[in-house]
């Protein structure tokens, strides 16, 4: 199939500058700051966005050289598809996280609750919107029963 | 900042051939049947997510040529900038969506409540998990009191 091809929009500045003792989930990163550079090109784009309480990050693992199909999940010892979980190792590196937005000032977000390495290139921002982002998921395969614990966990040096 | 090149990793079909007339968002496609063929190349990551009920995909707006950072999202008669929203024409024109897992044979998936365009190249699936995607959004910007409403609406034209 065809290759696709991205431009960062920005890039996410956080305190997490080693991949190992990260937390896992933005769950595990409550109350940690960040900030995001929007590129100028693009700030016009944010027009109204201050009026959200909490938005999607779509991003780039920039650190990811290649990918497994098949590994171990934190948080787990058995191995699992790389689809039924959130490792970074994925066929396309893109991560996804929910994070509260604090302040827009021009082209600078202040955000919280966020778990991505420093200089994490950012793909695209959306709006959070409970009323069509949360499902009642009822199946929750391998994570049933540890979900909850996500966030408490932090990573450790599987996915260098 | 550098080019980011993907892959798809296979093709999302629906009933939906037109950009007019279609759901704007899941909770309008509710019932609506489609299936991802997967390529046989990544179908060894899709071991265990048949144990999850709800999977996240994310899409390439594959019709999309260009973006207008300023736009009329649906449902609204003021402009927004294109962050704030969930349109097609974006810099990335990325798009994310959470639907029913029904069943998955080999390396097709049946899915529920899919509001894409037939032949949509797929980008990634994660395990929606509820414990780390529902946050408790208090501030909905533009889309205070209207969110409930994006289930009733169809899509029309304006970004063909």
């Known amino acids: 199939m065809n ?4 431009k960062p929009i920005g890039i996410i500045y956080t305190p997490f500058t ?12 409550k109350g940690i700051k960040g900030t ?10 944010l027009k109204d966005l201050d009026g959200f309480s909490h938005i999607i990050l779509l991003y780039h693992f920039h650190l990811v050289k290649e990918y ?4 171990k ?19 396309n590196p893109i991560g996804f996280s929910v994070v509260k937005l604090n302040r827009v000032k021009d082209n600078i977000l202040h ?9 994490t290139p950012l793909l695209d921002i959306k709006p959070f919107i409970p ?5 009642n998921a009822d199946k929750l395969g391998w994570l049933e029963g ?4 996500m966030g408490d966990e932090k990573s450790d040096d599987r996915f260098n």
Not at 38 to 43: E, G, K, R, T
Not at 68 to 71: D, K
Not at 111 to 119: F, S
Request: a negative charge; charged letters at 30%; hydrophobic letters at 35%.
């Open 3 to 6: 290759t696709i091809e991205y």
């Open 18 to 29: 080693k991949r190992a003792g990260m937390p896992i989930q933005p769950t595990g990163a």
């Open 36 to 45: 995001i550079k929007i590129d100028s090109a693009y700030a016009e784009g």
């Open 68 to 71: 497994n199909l098949i590994a």
């Open 73 to 91: 999940p934190f948080m787990e010892d058995k191995m699992h598809g790389i689809f039924s979980f959130r490792g970074p190792k994925r066929p």
């Open 111 to 119: 955000i919280e609750n966020i778990d991505v390495l420093n200089e």
């Open 131 to 135: 009323d069509v982002d949360c499902v």
């Open 146 to 149: 540890k979900s909850h614990k």
